[in-house]
């Protein structure tokens, strides 16, 4: 089993920034991917996989988000800049074992609880 824990959310400006973090427990994450989603419906924002190589960023927040890794220390972060009300959402860490399209949260097996942004106008 692995637990994520996410952080860093809250409240900022349009045009602020804020910088996810999320903390993965219970086994190390080596081979896996790992993604963001945010609210209900699980949209998906970035994917990492395992070496940091290859990354996925969905067409709305590509040039403002950056997705990182520490393998180390089984960590995945979400940097956001330019942020706009429309990224207001709860943020969703989550890590897939499987080989898949990583953009759908189909793919993935343990996701986190999820942290508040609030972007204001």
């Known amino acids: 089993q692995v637990q994520l824990a996410e952080s860093g959310g809250g409240l900022v400006q349009a045009g602020g920034s804020l910088r996810l973090s999320c903390a993965a427990s219970?086994?190390?994450?080596?081979?896996?991917?790992m993604g963001w989603f945010r609210q209900k419906e699980r949209e998906f924002v970035a994917a990492i996989r395992w070496?940091?190589?290859?990354?996925y960023y969905a067409d709305s927040v590509k040039g403002r988000f950056t997705i990182s890794r520490d393998n180390a220390k089984n960590a995945v972060y979400l940097q956001m800049s330019s942020l706009k009300p429309e990224d207001t959402a709860v943020y969703y860490c989550?890590?897939?074992?499987?080989?898949?399209?990583?953009?759908?949260?189909?793919?993935?097996?343990?996701w986190g609880q999820g942290t508040q942004v609030t972007v204001s106008s």
């Open positions: 989550a890590v897939s074992r499987r080989s898949g399209d990583y953009s759908d949260y189909v793919w993935y097996d343990y």
């Open positions: 219970g086994r190390t994450l080596s081979g896996y991917t």
């Open positions: 070496s940091g190589g290859i990354i």
